[in-house]
């Protein structure tokens, strides 16, 4: 089992420290009252060669855009890992907490990585106050979506979050 992966998104350097510590050059940050937005090139990746991520630290969700190389294209819009998320003055962080929601927009949400997180608690990586928390927002989230028909910018349109994205 994995430890939970820690992130930093250094918006002076323009840089994004993943969990393995390779260090990756940020084409746009964008910084919202209630988020940031990151666009990048994801080098390396057989699946996609772009990635967009909202970190949204009061719903405790970063939200991601892949963008799909031909022949990996799955089906899904969106990608919602929860977690902690945290502003500093020139960086950001994020704590994965291992749970995972695809969203078809309109369609459905589908939960993932449940096993990680209990196995997680089981070996002590992780608290279980802190899988509670993670849970509880992986439940409102799937009922937010549902109550939004799928709709995740119908949704974030009712708190005043406006999530843009690269149009290719």
């Known amino acids: 089992m994995h430890p939970p992966k820690h992130e930093?998104?250094?918006?002076?350097?323009?840089?994004?420290?993943?969990?393995?510590?390779?260090?990756?050059?940020?084409?746009v940050?964008?910084?919202?009252?209630?988020?940031?937005?990151?666009?990048?090139?994801?080098?390396?990746?057989?699946?996609f060669h772009y990635t967009e991520s909202w970190l949204l630290p009061t719903?405790?969700?970063?939200?991601?855009?892949?963008?799909?190389n031909p022949g990996h294209e799955r089906d899904q819009d969106f990608y919602l890992d929860?977690?902690?998320?945290?502003?500093g003055p020139t960086r950001w962080y994020?704590?994965?907490h291992?749970?995972?929601?695809?969203?078809?927009?309109g369609e459905s949400v589908q939960l993932s990585d449940v096993d990680e997180l209990l196995?997680?608690?089981?070996?002590?990586?992780?608290?279980p106050e802190t899988a509670e928390r993670?849970?509880?927002?992986?439940?409102?989230?799937?009922?937010?979506l549902a109550t939004h028909d799928y709709r995740l910018d119908e949704w974030f349109r009712t708190m005043g979050m406006i999530l843009t994205w690269r149009t290719a």
Not at 11 to 23: C, E, F, Q, W
Not at 59 to 68: A, D, I
Not at 98 to 105: C, E, I
């Open 8 to 27: 930093i998104f250094d918006l002076s350097a323009r840089t994004n420290t993943d969990p393995k510590g390779i260090v990756r050059a940020v084409d």
């Open 29 to 47: 940050y964008t910084v919202q009252p209630w988020g940031l937005y990151m666009a990048r090139p994801t080098p390396g990746r057989a699946q």
């Open 59 to 68: 719903l405790g969700l970063r939200v991601t855009v892949f963008h799909f």
């Open 82 to 87: 929860v977690g902690d998320y945290r502003a």
């Open 94 to 96: 994020g704590d994965d």
């Open 98 to 105: 291992y749970l995972d929601l695809v969203l078809r927009t």
């Open 119 to 127: 196995a997680a608690v089981r070996e002590g990586l992780i608290s």
């Open 134 to 144: 993670a849970i509880r927002t992986a439940v409102t989230t799937v009922e937010a």
